[in-house]
């Protein structure tokens, strides 16, 4: 009996179904009901662990990936083809920004107003919005954005405007240590850089996409923006131009710290410049990527919306991530002070002095380290760039 009820509890307990929650099947977004709208977004990113800005086939690791990822996710826009997407500045692997700007089409709440875009079919007559709120775009987008991509504000603009070809100019900024390096004097050098000049020794070539080197840099400026000892204080190297050409400002920086260290002096710059001279590119390597951010990109008549919640969400982010750096850059720091009074007898040559040591950090922005300039082979007398190069140079000089 005991056994005959135990095998009717076992047959019960199998007939019973299974509770399976069924996920109901997701909605499919009707962007048909909805209008859009012409909005402008500025957006601040550390991009030291991106492969740039741009999408790249078979690379998800890009700023644009991450952006789009999000507008689709907040179903802000139904694909990038339709959005009429457009960029003030392509950044390059490992350059961050503070003050990029991209603008598209966007899904909107609002009937009319500026920058929208009223829909096909909709009711031709006019409507009132003024009790409609827009939507949330800053906090909608940083909430499904990584914490190193912010959204800082947004701006309605006219349907025909461009991030790129409305940008009236683009300033970069470039960090690095003092060290042992002149900054009066690279930045009266860097003074012959402003102007309209034809800069194709200071950038790589892509010839393929340019064929155009004249740019305009309107300001530039060297300077230190703190105040240390030892070579560790840091400096900024601040360049606003109309537009740039590939890796313009990390070849002028790299010019600059030659300049800086006196292994050249200012001359180099106008022989550089001078296409009818420096008829090829000179090879030298240019300045690391990491420290250089877009700063700013300057439109006319364009007023940003910043929403407070978000923007303080933002500010409590990046002072996080401040106090950790800092506390890291503080440690090492003392470490260096340290490590750099070590008796000479300690160091594996004898003729270098110890505090020699704390003076030699910018030789790491740089490709090649020089102990002493008798090793430095001046830019006038380097080989000079491919053969794209050669044939490119010389066609313009015939013209």
Avoid at 230 to 246: D, H, K, N, R, S
Avoid at 251 to 280: N, P, R, W
Avoid at 357 to 367: K, M
Wanted: hydrophobic residues 35%; contains cysteine; charged residues 25%.
């Amino acid at each position: 009996m005991e056994s005959l009820s135990t095998a009717k509890r076992k047959v019960s307990t199998q007939s019973k179904p299974s509770k399976k929650t069924k996920k109901s099947p997701r909605r499919i977004f009707d962007f048909s009901r909805y209008n859009q709208r012409r909005v402008a977004f500025k957006l601040a990113y550390l991009g030291w662990d991106y492969h740039g800005l741009a999408s790249q086939d078979g690379i998800e690791k890009t700023i644009e990936f991450e952006l789009f990822n999000a507008f689709t996710k907040t179903c802000l826009i139904g694909n990038r083809a339709d959005s009429k997407y457009t960029r003030s500045g392509r950044t390059d692997k490992g350059v961050s920004a503070l003050g990029q700007v991209i603008s598209l089409n966007v899904r909107t709440n609002l009937a009319n107003g500026p920058g929208v875009i009223v829909r096909n079919g909709a009711d031709d007559a006019p409507k009132e919005s003024e009790n409609i709120s827009e939507l949330e775009y800053v906090k909608m987008l940083n909430k499904v954005l990584p914490n190193d991509i912010r959204i800082l504000a947004w701006a309605p603009v006219n349907n025909d405007f461009s991030a790129r070809f409305n940008t009236i100019s683009r300033t970069y900024k470039y960090y690095f240590p003092r060290g042992n390096m002149n900054i009066q004097i690279m930045n009266e050098s860097a003074q012959r850089l402003k102007g309209e000049h034809d800069f194709r020794n200071f950038c790589k070539m892509d010839l393929a996409n340019v064929s155009n080197f004249r740019r305009e840099i309107l300001s530039i400026k060297v300077q230190t923006i703190e105040n240390s000892n030892q070579g560790f204080e840091m400096c900024e190297i601040i360049v606003c131009g109309t537009a740039f050409l590939w890796h313009q400002v990390r070849c002028i920086v790299s010019i600059l710290f030659l300049i800086g260290q006196g292994f050249e002096d200012a001359s180099v710059i106008d022989y550089m410049l001078d296409i009818t001279k420096c008829t090829k590119k000179p090879q030298y390597g240019m300045a690391s990527e990491f420290p250089l951010v877009l700063f700013d990109c300057a439109y006319k008549d364009l007023t940003w919306i910043y929403d407070e919640y978000a923007h303080s969400l933002t500010v409590k982010h990046f002072k996080k991530t401040w106090t950790e750096y800092a506390i890291k850059t503080t440690l090492l720091k003392q470490m260096l002070n340290e490590i750099c009074i070590a008796p000479n007898d300690l160091l594996e040559n004898k003729n270098i002095d110890s505090k020699q040591i704390c003076y030699d950090q910018p030789c790491f922005l740089t490709p090649g380290h020089y102990d002493q300039v008798s090793t430095f082979r001046p830019i006038r007398t380097r080989p000079t760039c491919g053969e794209n190069n050669d044939k490119f140079a010389l066609v313009v000089l015939d013209s």
